[in-house]
């Protein structure tokens, strides 16, 4: 992508294939948020006709998030995003576990607390060993697209939904919290929102006013909160259509990857439609993304909060991928601008990339 002065230009979008870093805004979101980044400038919290149309539009948001959650409205608390909510439940108790597989937004903080990492055999996670008063075990992993089962016990369940809400079939009510981003699932950035079944547990992570009842300080983004309120009612409605969607993409991206050799899958035997983690050898993931880019293709090598690090993924390192293959691993994540020609495309380059590559490595140096 290049920049001019007015802004980017933006290249054509079925061949952006890193869905699961973040989304396009859907311009029926953007049209929903237009009147609130313009006239309707209110604070919900204040008593005045503005503020009051402004709280009207939370509320309505509120409804449509815990739609799409499988919760109640008064389970939905709006942060700035899954990293915050995250944050915000790790910190609230001090007897912790959490998988090896887990976002940085919630390994990192509970590596910081000293909180115990759970024991794996590929992606089957083991119970937590002792006494623990929460376990954190994301539904869907972002770099490999594995659908997590957490151990069950009598341990409080807090799940990282970023991966899952609006992509697949989701139903928090059964777990203590779990937390999303909108910009996962065709949102604005920015926003996100936690369910929390009982936020007693919880002490606010923000303090400085009784906004989300007191659960969270700070002047609501009311823009955004509709921007995602909007997005999760359209992603409610599209669920079938959009994973019907990505499951033909990946069927038509592995149809031409089948043809590569010496190539394997990172994924699990349950897993996500929308993301694909794949690993061939004698090649380095960093030159195959940028390489696809030259050619107009985005995926990535892993995780974007984490793609410029020189550490290995700790999610392939958890699964005991050897580090010939680990360095030569690219994610693709499918969403609803892609199509099957340019998912064809995509395989094809890839293909034909790895196949080049491996022929300029076997060439003696003069």
Request: contains cysteine; aromatic residues 6%; charged residues 20%.
């Amino acid at each position: 992508m290049s920049h001019t002065e007015s802004g980017p230009t933006v290249n054509d979008p079925s061949r952006y294939f890193d869905h699961a870093s973040t989304t396009p805004l859907d311009p029926l979101v953007l049209e929903e948020m237009r009147p609130w980044l313009e006239g309707g400038f209110g604070n919900p919290n204040s008593l005045h006709s503005w503020g009051r149309a402004a709280a009207a539009g939370v509320d309505r948001a509120r409804i449509r998030v815990a739609a799409l959650l499988g919760c109640e409205p008064e389970e939905v608390v709006f942060t700035s995003g899954a990293t915050e909510s995250n944050n915000w439940v790790l910190r609230a108790f001090s007897r912790v576990a959490v998988s090896p597989f887990e976002h940085s937004s919630a390994k990192e903080p509970a590596e910081a607390l000293g909180h115990a990492t759970l024991a794996n055999d590929g992606y089957q996670i083991a119970a937590p060993e002792g006494v623990v008063d929460l376990v954190s075990v994301m539904t869907v992993n972002n770099e490999t697209g594995a659908r997590l089962k957490a151990p069950m016990g009598p341990w409080r369940l807090h799940r990282d939904a970023t991966q899952s809400a609006g992509k697949v079939p989701l139903e928090v009510r059964e777990w203590f919290s779990a937390s999303v981003s909108a910009h996962k699932f065709y949102g604005p950035k920015g926003v996100g929102a936690l369910y929390v079944q009982d936020a007693d547990p919880l002490e606010p992570l923000l303090r400085g006013g009784e906004q989300e009842s007191g659960q969270r300080a700070g002047t609501l983004n009311v823009a955004g909160i509709v921007g995602m309120g909007a997005a999760a009612s359209l992603a409610h409605d599209r669920l079938p259509e959009d994973l019907e969607h990505a499951q033909r993409l990946r069927q038509a991206f592995l149809f031409e990857l089948a043809k590569v050799p010496d190539w394997r899958s990172n994924g699990a035997e349950a897993n996500s439609p929308s993301i694909m983690s794949v690993s061939f050898q004698d090649v380095e993931g960093e030159t195959l993304v940028v390489d696809l880019d030259v050619q107009g293709y985005a995926v990535s090598s892993g995780a974007a909060c984490s793609s410029r690090s020189t550490e290995p993924s700790h999610v392939l390192t958890a699964l005991g991928l050897e580090p010939e293959w680990r360095r030569g691993t690219v994610r693709v994540s499918f969403g609803r601008g892609n199509t099957l020609d340019s998912t064809a495309g995509l395989a094809r380059a890839l293909r034909e990339t790895v196949e080049r590559l491996r022929t300029m490595a076997k060439r003696p140096r003069t």
